[in-house]
């Protein structure tokens, strides 16, 4: 009744919260869209093994033939394949990645094996100067169909001979592909990769780590899914903890902001309180009320923060995420759970002072209107 | 049906006690229109807080039907003000975002009251004032509001602290006829410092600097 009634001075209240809310959870989803834009855009790599040799070009065979004898696990198709790299955009600025060679028939096997698409355009004829990429890497690229993806000019984007896009792959996953062939004649240095399948997707971790354990120290380089993880947490250890460190002083501040507002609000309720004692209603009674509407102010403006804070990211996705290609998840559960101490840390602040002001409290005094 | 026996009450006056009451023999009985008259700052309001339990005396005590007031817990001398005592505040004071019926029915949150409400409000004249404001009412409709909340429900005794005080006398007068003619059969306790409003009272006491004289 009194939070109605009194709309004025209860929606301030309420909005400082959703603001607060907001603003933690805009942050925290914001700084969780770096690691999940890792995530996706070299989430290629979760469907094989990449090996390289190190310092020495004839050792490509040779693992080849190790891994094939000595992998735990029955193999699908091994790849041998060439790789150039080109730029993407991310929101912490560009980023590299793969332009892989391949054969013809491997070119298809790779898309099946990412999981498929709806081919727009064509595939990249044999030997010529084309590439095929998925849809994401055009969006992020700003490119389509004709565009020239790569060229002798650009040095962030090299190739000696330009290489346009000729086909777009409707898919979630990022990939770029162009023809071995080209790459074989123009491109340096001549270094031959594997790509390595396990026959069943789902032992591809295992064999991963395998082949992690199995390469270690020797003339090989191995690129793994879980690799990447790995590294992705460790980099994003550090910013973490400082985030929680930075967020914990925002709860803080806004939490002391909050009980001095709501000691002014209480300044004004105290005196009702004194009149319903005087009448005749207990204390308890009265401090199950205000605490009551505290947890409803509270809750309600932590619900509401949350709606728009969704709605906010969503439209933050829309605008300026989405035509890049750009990686937010507005249904963040941590960015929502970062904003739980909030209604609970003001809850106790609010309950705090209540307790305080109805500790030493005479209603004469306020029917006499004298100062509480 | 209250008996003060003995009872004083102490003021802190930074540091100096100050006998607000002293020793102070009184009783209230059944249906009775008791005055108390006596001069600004005599003590009048304190021993109303006395008797009705807000104010815990010094020394001696307060007695309801026999029990001591002081020695029942929180809980039961709230349910006595709630239920069985009606007070009239010397200064109306209501809920500035309820309106006047509402401000009546805060008296009694646990009863369906609303139809005795309406009535207690239009026998004070107010029936078509219900929906209004505090601050939409003049000071004598604010202390008629106040009376119908202090009658809500019959009380056994209203305790009124200068009704009268901040109205001309016309509407003073008026306000004391109502108060005799809708009490019922409760006691009527009522303070004030103008004799003039007590000439219907059964039994007039008067208090000077904190003590009865008789
Ligand atoms: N909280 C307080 N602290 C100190 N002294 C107080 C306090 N309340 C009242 N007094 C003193 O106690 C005495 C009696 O006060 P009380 O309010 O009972 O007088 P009153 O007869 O109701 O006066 P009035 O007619 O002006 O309302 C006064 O001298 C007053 O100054
Ligand atoms: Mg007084």
Known sequence: ?372 | MIQVDKASLVYNDHGRDVYACRSIDLEVKDGEFLGILGPSGSGKSSLLYLMCGLKTPHEGQVLYRGRVVQAMDEQERASLRLNRFGFVFQYPYLLGYLSALENVLVAQPSGHRRAEAVALLESLGLGDKLHRLPHELSGGEKQRVCIARALLGGREVIFADEPTANLDHRNGVAVVETLVASRGTGSLVMVTHDPTMLEKADRVVTIADGELVQ
Not at chain 1, 37 to 44: A, L
Not at chain 1, 91 to 110: C, H, K, N
């Open chain 1, 1 to 372: 009744m009194f939070l109605v009634r009194n709309a004025g001075k209860t929606l301030p209240l309420i909005g400082v919260i959703v603001l607060a809310v907001m603003l933690i959870a805009g942050i925290v989803a914001i700084m969780d869209s770096i690691p999940l834009s890792i995530r996706t855009t070299y989430g290629y790599s979760k469907a094989y093994l990449g090996v390289t040799p190190r310092g020495n070009n004839a050792m490509t065979p040779v693992l080849r033939t190790q891994i094939e004898q000595e992998a735990p696990v029955p193999l699908g198709p091994v790849m041998t394949c060439r790789a150039s790299d080109c730029e993407v955009k991310s929101i912490v600025g560009p980023w590299r990645f793969v332009v892989l060679a391949l054969s013809q028939e491997d070119m298809r096997t790779y898309l099946s094996r990412l999981g498929g698409g709806r081919v727009e355009g064509r595939w990249p004829s044999s030997g010529a100067p084309e590439a095929i990429v998925s849809e994401p890497v055009a969006r992020n690229l700003g490119k389509r169909i004709g565009d020239t993806m790569l060229s002798p000019t650009d040095v962030n984007n090299f190739s000696p001979k330009p290489v346009k896009i000729v086909g777009i792959v409707h898919m979630q996953p990022w990939m770029a592909l162009m023809p071995i062939e080209y790459h074989r004649k123009y491109h340096f240095p001549p270094i031959d990769l594997l790509i390595v399948m396990a026959k069943d997707i789902r032992d591809q971790d295992r064999l991963d780590r395998w082949a992690f354990e199995r390469f270690k120290g020797q003339q090989a380089r191995v690129f793994a899914y879980f690799e990447l993880e790995k590294e992705t947490d460790e980099m994003f250890r550090i910013l973490y903890s400082i985030l929680n460190v930075v967020i914990g002083m925002l709860v803080v501040v806004i939490t002391l902001m909050m009980a001095m507002l709501m000691n002014i609000y209480q300044s004004q309720r105290i005196q009702e309180f004194g009149l319903l004692q005087a009448l005749g209603y207990t204390r308890s009674i009265l401090l199950k009320r205000v605490l009551a509407e505290t947890a409803l102010v509270v809750v309600g403006g932590w619900i509401i923060g949350l709606g728009v804070a969704f709605l906010a990211l969503l439209i933050v996705r829309a605008v300026l995420m989405e035509p890049r290609a750009f990686m937010l998840d507005p249904g963040d559960f941590k960015a929502y759970s970062y904003t739980i101490p909030v209604p609970i840390a003001i809850f106790v602040a609010a309950t705090f002072t209540v307790v305080q002001r109805f500790r030493r409290f005479d209603p004469v005094g306020v029917v006499e209107r004298r100062l509480v």
